[in-house]
């Protein structure tokens, strides 16, 4: 499979035996993943990089899992990300939810489960982009109807700022 | 270890549940290792039964990291044999080498990534007669302290110093200002006070100093020094 075909995963543990292991499965199913040994990194990598879905630990030096959720949801607003955590507490689980994370595995978990978890974010990735142009599709044939060639080149420019 | 007032059964059994917590989310971390490299081995011999070629280097690394982990799985269960049975004797001789090794390892536990290093003197006695799971509660209260102050990116480094009237310095030095708590405590500073050890952070040089002494009072007289008044 083509590079550009596959789903873009980054992957933040600082485990990094864990982190590696995961990586190498994660590539064996055809998946084009990157790694970071910390929340800093991976922020660093998320700016420097197109991803579609981010698997995050919770429980990280520096930045924690759930610091680095929210930076990454405040900049990436298309990108889903699954968090992972070696203890589950359910006041962690909402904390999560609440930050915009599209799922919260606890370790260790099914390969299989996360990799269902991962197409399913990708999924949901897709539809609210889908949704999303095609919201911004309407209002371009609105504007299109009803303004002046400057008007409609302003509008479009209102339209697209801070998309990512 | 109670006295009577509660106090010190509370944050005994806070410190046995903080290290058992952290114990075992070590070992969650190797078993996930263990069940991930369990799960490539799977991935490579479903590949082989497909046709693809098997790649041995992979297996080879693979079996290697489970022998890694398998290693690291026994050593942490050992640690926590170890501070299980610390618990067994109120007073007892324990050697002060074995018990800051035993600390600081059982701190790198948390989700930190600062350096540490530790010289203990290679020829020095460095026994002592103390409560060894509140030395160790001392200890591990100071070492984590430590590790928060330099970041995730800092180091300091630790040693003991046996003074001339017999006690023991266990010396911090190194510290950073990234710790967002004071330190010590009111309870590790009344736990310092029931072994008969004292603390002495100089945020200025960096520094901290815990003293203990070679032969701790007798364990009634530690209590009756934490014991809380009557209302």
């Known amino acids: 499979m083509e590079d550009e075909q596959k789903i873009r995963i980054l992957l933040v543990d600082d485990e990094v035996k864990f982190l590696e292991s ?22 660093a990598a998320a700016k420097k990089n197109l991803f579609d879905v981010a698997v995050l630990d919770l429980q990280m030096p520096g930045l924690d899992g759930a610091q680095v959720l929210k930076r990454l949801k405040e900049r990436h607003k298309y990108l889903e990300i699954i968090m992972l955590t070696g203890h589950a507490t359910v006041e962690t689980a909402v904390e999560c939810t609440k930050l915009g994370a599209f799922q919260y595995l606890e370790k260790p978990y099914a390969f299989d489960k996360l990799i269902e978890s991962i197409k399913d974010a990708y999924k949901a990735r897709l539809k609210r982009k889908f949704e999303h142009n095609e919201k911004r599709y309407e209002e371009i044939q609105k504007l299109s109807l009803g303004s002046s060639p400057f008007g409609i080149l302003k509008a479009l420019a209102r339209l697209d700022n801070g998309e990512k | 270890m109670d006295n009577g007032t509660g106090f010190e059964t509370r944050e005994d059994l806070v410190f046995f549940g903080k290290i058992s917590a952290s114990i075992s989310h070590e070992l969650k971390n190797v078993m996930a290792i263990i069940s991930e490299a369990a799960g490539f081995l799977e991935d490579l011999t479903k590949m082989a039964q497909e046709g693809k070629p098997l790649q041995l280097d992979m297996l080879r690394t693979c079996s290697r990291e489970i022998m890694e982990e398998i290693d690291r ?12 049975h610390s618990v067994d004797d109120d007073v007892k ?27 203990p003197p290679l020829d020095a006695d460095l026994t002592i007669v103390t ?41 911090f030095s190194g510290l950073g200002t990234k710790s967002l708590r004071q330190f010590p405590a009111d309870e590790t500073s009344k736990m310092a006070v029931s072994i008969g050890a004292e603390i002495r952070l100089s945020e200025n040089s960096r520094k901290m100093d815990i003293t203990v002494p070679k032969r701790m009072e007798s364990w009634e007289h530690a209590l009756s020094q934490t014991a809380v008044p009557p209302d």
Do not use: W
């Open chain 2, 93 to 119: 001789h324990i050697n002060l080498t074995e018990v800051v090794t035993l600390m600081i390892h059982i701190a790198g536990f948390l989700s930190i990534s600062a350096k540490v290093r530790f010289d």
């Open chain 1, 22 to 43: 995961i990586a190498r499965r994660l590539e064996l199913r055809n998946f084009k993943v990157m790694t970071a040994t910390s929340g800093e990194e991976s922020i």
């Open chain 2, 131 to 171: 409560c060894p799971f509140r030395l160790q509660n001392l200890i591990y209260q100071a070492v984590v302290y430590a590790f928060e102050s330099v970041g995730p990116t800092g180091e300091f480094r630790v040693g003991i110093i046996a003074q001339e009237n017999g006690s023991m310095c266990i010396s």
């Open chain 2, 73 to 84: 799985g026994f050593d942490t269960i050992q640690q926590m044999n170890r501070f299980a």
